[in-house]
Structures are given as C-alpha cells and as structure tokens.
T-cell receptor
C-alpha cells in the first residue's frame, strides 16, 4: 500500500540530546513537509523540500535540521538548540510542491523531552 | 501571525443534524482552501477543497462554502454521523506558497 510512515510513534529524549524523526513515503511524491502541532495551535511548518537535495525553512525552523538525500525520505533532527521540543510532529507529502495539492500525512511522532 | 483561524475549539451535535464548522482567514491572497479530518493517533486526511473561483463545493454529505468578501469559509456535514467525530482543520494557500492551517475544531457527534 502506498503511504507515509513515521517512526517512532512515541519518542522520549533527555534535555540536551539531539533526536532524529524518520519520515518515508512510497507515493513517488516530489514534495515533503514537516509540521509541528501544539495544543490550541494549527500545524506550523518547520521545513519543506520540493525536490531531492533541496529544502527550505518554514516558519519555525530554528533548532531543527533536515536532509533530503532520497526522494522517499525526509528525516527531521530536533537539536538541543530547540527550546521547547515537546510536541506532536507530522510529516506530509504532495505530488509536487505548491498550495493546490492535497497533502498526505503520516501518523505522526509524539516527542517528549524529559 | 495566525492567518487562518478556527475560533471554535469544539462543537457538539446530535446524530442526523447538521454540523457547521467555521474558518476565517486574513490573507486576501489565499485562493485555495482545504479541509482535513484527523482522528486520534493518526495524521490528518484530506476531506474537501475549494478554489476561490467557486463559492461552493459539494461531495456527498460534505459541502464547503466560501465567502471571499468576508474571508470566511465553512464546512457543512449533513447528516452528521458518529463516525464524523474528529478534529477538523481548515487550510489555505496561494500560488506556490506554503499552506497555512487553522488550530482545528473538535467535532463530537452524539448518537
């Protein structure tokens, strides 16, 4: 079945540690996105990539890093520089970039910093 | 800067009645709008969309209305079913720019 997978579903991290969230899609989509969801707020864009080996910062990129070495994969690293990393993280993809395509979302990863 | 706002965090309706979820936006450049539905522990899934050249789009029990002058859109679900209970997000965008999402409205449909 085609879709987006995120792993792990739950992740715990100690303060000061970097952690990488996985996102894989087999939809042959060009564009991939990382969002963060906090209670009472909409999905906020962290990073996005419209093509392999290229990515752009979203609204809240500080403290995060990404790579896009393969079309299928768009891992997100939450670094120790992120002041408030506890949140629900969603990965999404679209056939190609832009606003006129529906986004397909993964199931999300809930990160808790202890 | 919240360009897309869903001012009602929750809504409760009786099964069989109409559910109306509202969304307001501030950026007049937005010309494409989508609604997503999210169940607990799952990612959002696309529900219905509308472009700014229309004022209504219908898909089965779901209808989205767009009022460009008021910068307002709404999602109507008729008749509502218990399986519709979920969080609904509206999103807006234009050209090749990022989508902007609202905070979501939790709909509960009571049997």
């Amino acid at each position: 079945d085609g879709g987006i997978t995120q792993s792990p579903k739950y992740l715990f991290r100690k303060e000061g540690q970097n952690v990488t969230l996985s996102c894989e899609q087999n939809l042959n989509h060009d564009a991939m996105y990382w969002y963060r969801q906090d209670p009472g707020q909409g999905l906020r864009l962290i990073y996005y990539s419209q093509i392999v080996n290229d990515f752009q910062k979203g609204d809240i990129a500080e403290g995060y890093s990404v790579s896009r070495e393969k079309k299928e994969s768009f891992p997100l690293t939450v670094t120790s520089a992120q002041k408030n990393p506890t949140a629900f993280y969603l990965c999404a993809s679209t056939l190609n970039g832009g606003s006129y395509n529906e986004q397909f979302f993964g199931p999300g990863t809930r990160l808790t910093v202890l | 800067d919240q360009q897309v706002k869903q001012n009602s965090p929750s809504l409760s309706v009786q099964e069989g009645r109409i559910s109306i979820l509202n969304c307001d936006y501030t950026n007049s450049m937005f010309d494409y709008f989508l609604w997503y539905k999210k169940y607990p522990a799952e990612g959002p899934t696309f529900l219905i969309s509308i472009s700014s050249i229309k004022d209504k789009n219908e898909d089965g029990r779901f209808t989205v209305f767009l009022n460009k002058s008021a910068k307002h859109l709404s999602l109507h679900i008729v008749p509502s079913q218990p399986g519709d209970s979920a969080v609904y997000f509206c999103a807006a965008g234009y050209n090749n720019n990022d989508m902007r999402f609202g905070a979501g409205t939790r709909l509960t449909v009571k049997p």
